[in-house]
């Protein structure tokens, strides 16, 4: 259910998969409509990352040498560079990390104070007040916890799965921000 993670490094097609569940397990929500904006934000992302995969792939096979590549030619802090989507997928599974810790440690919270406090630990310093703003909007349409987890899960229960997520992905990502941190591009805000 949660596809293969590759230690220390990310390939492209974990990239694709990892993009593909996010955006469908918000779109299977038949209370929720997954904001287009972000919806079409991933899907840019992705089209960016095939594209640069496509024009090469034996080069490109890593991620990691997307973003070498974008640096030496000068483009990796463009808002439209391999490099800012590998940040902001980075991002945005560090959110769905937190989310699922703060389902698991806070049974009693709902969905808004679950993604609030994900948002606030994660997102919130990287956004401007609009996107701030625009999250804070949209926590007021946040489905209940019960329908979350059962449109993600179904009937069964889903505690040990996000658990062996959590485990499983969070040093992955702590990787992924090594990496980017080490060639100085893990603190670029949203512009």
């Known amino acids: 259910m949660w596809g293969v993670i590759f230690w220390g490094v990310i390939t492209t097609s974990t990239c694709w998969h990892l993009i593909g569940w996010r955006v469908q397990k918000w779109r299977w929500m038949p209370d929720y409509q997954f904001p287009s904006s972000r919806y079409n934000r991933l899907s840019c992302t992705a089209g960016r990352l095939e594209s640069k995969y496509s024009s090469n792939p034996s080069e490109f096979n890593l991620l990691y040498n997307m973003v070498r590549t974008e640096i030496e030619a000068k483009t990796a802090k463009s808002s439209s560079s391999c490099t800012n989507g590998l940040l902001w997928l980075t991002r945005a599974m560090d959110f769905l990390v937190?989310?699922?810790?703060?389902?698991?440690?806070?049974p009693d919270w709902t969905m808004s104070q679950v993604c609030t406090d994900s948002y606030n630990k994660t997102?919130?310093?990287?956004?401007?007040?609009?996107?701030?703003?625009?999250?804070?909007?949209?926590?007021?349409l946040a489905p209940d916890r019960k329908k979350f987890t059962e449109v993600i899960g179904g009937a069964r229960d889903l505690n040990a799965d996000m658990e062996k997520f959590c485990l499983t992905f969070s040093p992955f990502l702590e990787e992924n921000h090594k990496f980017l941190a080490s060639v100085g591009l893990d603190n670029l805000k949203a512009s």
């Open 98 to 106: 937190e989310l699922f810790r703060n389902l698991l440690a806070h």
């Open 123 to 140: 997102l919130k310093k990287w956004h401007g007040w609009l996107a701030s703003s625009s999250f804070a909007v949209a926590m007021k």
